[in-house]
Structures are given as C-alpha cells and as structure tokens.
C-alpha cells in the first residue's frame, strides 16, 4: 500500500518535532521523527495496525489511531490501495481540540 501524509499531518509532525526539538534537544527530536517514520513505514504492509476510533466505527470513513511510544499518534484512514496520514498528535495536548481537527475527515 501506498502511504501519503497529508498537508495537515506534515504540519502537526513538523510542530511536534519543533516542540521536542525545544523541550529536550535536537537529538531527541531526531529519534522522534525517526520512530514515527518506522511505525508510519510498518503500515505499508500491516494498514490495519491502528484501532479504528469508536467515533468513526459506524462512518464510511474510519479514522485509525497508532500509538508511538505512549505520547504521540498517529491517526491515518485507509482508501483503498492508499493510507493517508491524517495527523500526527501530541497526547499532553488538549483532546478537546483533536476532534475538530479530524472532523473534516470524517464522513
């Protein structure tokens, strides 16, 4: 399958990484991304990885959830022959706020 990470997933790893970069250093923030990218690479052959968010299980659209190292995930949806890369969240974030950002994905 053919994994493509949308505008707004780009943006959301490039502030997570700029968050950690900040935080604890740019060597950090290197092992961060590159975590992210081998979990992201896992769902070329393994889509279904991520559980499906109980708030999309009766949508036509299911978003998935992949959790890295319990303070990051990844939320991505599958069409067909592809898996887009929705967003990438910080857990320490506010979750009040992460479902207005996925519901323009979501049917």
């Known amino acids: 399958m ?3 990470w949308t505008p707004l997933s780009l943006k959301s790893l490039s502030e997570l990484l700029r968050f950690v970069r ?4 740019d ?5 961060v991304r590159k975590l992210i990218e ?12 991520g559980k499906v968010l109980p708030e999309t299980e009766s949508k036509s659209v299911k978003i998935r959830s992949l959790i890295i190292k319990r303070k990051n995930r990844v939320f991505y949806k599958i069409e067909g022959e592809k898996i887009y890369i929705v967003l990438v969240w910080d857990v320490r974030k506010d979750p009040k706020t992460l479902f207005d950002t996925l519901n323009p994905f979501i049917d």
């Open 2 to 4: 053919e994994v493509i």
């Open 22 to 25: 900040k935080t604890w250093g």
């Open 27 to 31: 060597k950090k923030s290197f092992e």
């Open 38 to 49: 081998h979990n992201v690479l896992l769902l070329e052959n393994h889509p279904h990885l």
